[in-house]
T-cell receptor, first 115, second 114 residues
Framework: AQKITQTQPGMFVQEKEAVTLDCTYD???????LFWYKQPSSGEMIFLIY??????QNATEGRYSLNFQKARKSANLVISASQLGDSAMYFC????????????FGGGTRLMVKP | SQTIHQWPATLVQPVGSPLSLECTVE??????LYWYRQAAGRGLQLLFY??????ISSEVPQNLSASRPQDRQFILSSKKLLLSDSGFYLC?????????????FGSGTQLSVL
């Protein structure tokens, strides 16, 4: 069974600084996908970034980048130049190689940006 | 463009009452559909997924059931709610592809069972 671990239940970062949110995963699949979602207090789930297991380059989307280390099975999210609006819950998820494309989510990290 | 509608946004129900949450998707055909539940301050737990009409797979034994009467409609139900059914319920559909794959979520339903 797949497992996603986010070891940081909560983190603080100063506005305009960069922050790394950790995510490790466990799978025996060779092909899989990794995702990060942001959940503000409104509850909506906002897609941030995707990394395929065969992608050789780290994914980037604006201020978000995914630090993918396949051998270590880690997929950390890096947010550059933090903004107050970045304060939210962040979830790492993995899509294993199955017919249902079911995503397994980690327990989340609450990020708080200080002014 | 693809959109996903989920309602109601909030729901307060007494213990033992029935439940019906509906989710519809627009702008795509034959989507994979999912129901997730999120307890307060926790991650998302997959409850059900469906790859087609009438095809439902359950991930967690529980007091809930799901149905897919139409291609783009997914319904979460219960005959008798329990206190432990309280939570934030999210419907989602999966867009497969190469660099564009992602799970799209509805806006969620906050269910309080009292």
């Amino acid at each position: 069974a797949q497992k996603i671990t986010q070891t940081q239940p909560g983190m603080f970062v100063q506005e305009k600084e960069a922050v790394t949110l950790d995510c490790t995963y466990d799978t025996s699949d060779q092909s899989y996908g990794l995702f990060w979602y942001k959940q503000p207090s409104s509850g909506e789930m906002i897609f941030l970034i995707y990394q395929g297991s065969y992608d050789e380059q780290n994914a980037t989307e604006g201020r978000y980048s995914l630090n993918f280390q396949k051998a270590r099975k880690s997929a950390n999210l890096v947010i550059s130049a933090s903004q107050l609006g970045d304060s939210a819950m962040y979830f790492c998820a993995m899509r294993p190689n199955n017919a249902g494309n079911m995503l397994t989510f980690g327990g989340g990290t609450r990020l708080m940006v200080k002014p | 463009s693809q959109t996903i509608h989920q309602w109601p946004a909030t729901l307060v129900q007494p213990v033992g009452s029935p439940l019906s949450l509906e989710c519809t998707v627009e702008g795509t055909s034959n989507p994979n559909l999912y129901w997730y539940r999120q307890a307060a301050g926790r991650g998302l737990q997959l409850l059900f997924y469906s790859v087609g009409i009438g095809q439902i797979s359950s991930e967690v034994p529980q007091n809930l059931s799901a149905s897919r009467p139409q291609d783009r409609q997914f319904i979460l139900s219960s005959k008798k709610l329990l206190l432990s059914d309280s939570g934030f319920y999210l419907c989602a559909w999966y867009k497969a592809g190469t660099s564009l794959e992602k799970l799209f979520f509805g806006s969620g339903t906050q269910l309080s069972v009292l």
